[in-house]
Nanobody, 124 residues
């Protein structure tokens, strides 16, 4: 089992950058497929980006392609989400999630492990 703790959110202006981090406990982090989801008020939680256990494969939802980058450092038990060119529509609570399934799922039901969420607000 793994426990996840996000950090790095906050307030940004349109066009700014933020980096989210997700620190994982446990010695099996390197086996986990990791992902970032987000949930805006009144909306469903949606997939943002995912990364394979090795870091070799990544997948992004269309709305963040070219702006967001997911990465991981297995020796530090950490996964990151670099968010550039932020837009007001990126405002949401961001959650990291983990799964031992060997593919990058896009449904929240595929991820049994979740962080507590970290708010990102993009506003001028």
């Amino acid at each position: 089992q793994v426990q996840l703790v996000e950090s790095g959110g906050g307030l940004a202006q349109p066009g700014d950058s933020l980096r989210l981090s997700c620190a994982a406990s446990g010695r099996t982090f390197s086996r986990y497929t990791m992902a970032w989801f987000r949930q805006a008020p009144g909306k469903e939680r949606e997939f943002v980006a995912g990364i394979s256990w090795s870091g070799d494969n990544t997948y992004y939802t269309d709305s963040v392609k070219g702006r967001f980058t997911i990465s991981r450092h297995n020796a530090k038990n950490t996964v990151y989400l670099q968010m550039d060119s932020l837009k007001p529509e990126d405002t949401a609570a961001y959650y990291c999630a983990g799964s031992m399934v060997g593919r990058i799922g896009r449904s929240r039901d595929e991820y049994p492990y979740w962080g507590q969420g970290n708010q990102v607000t993009v506003s001028s």
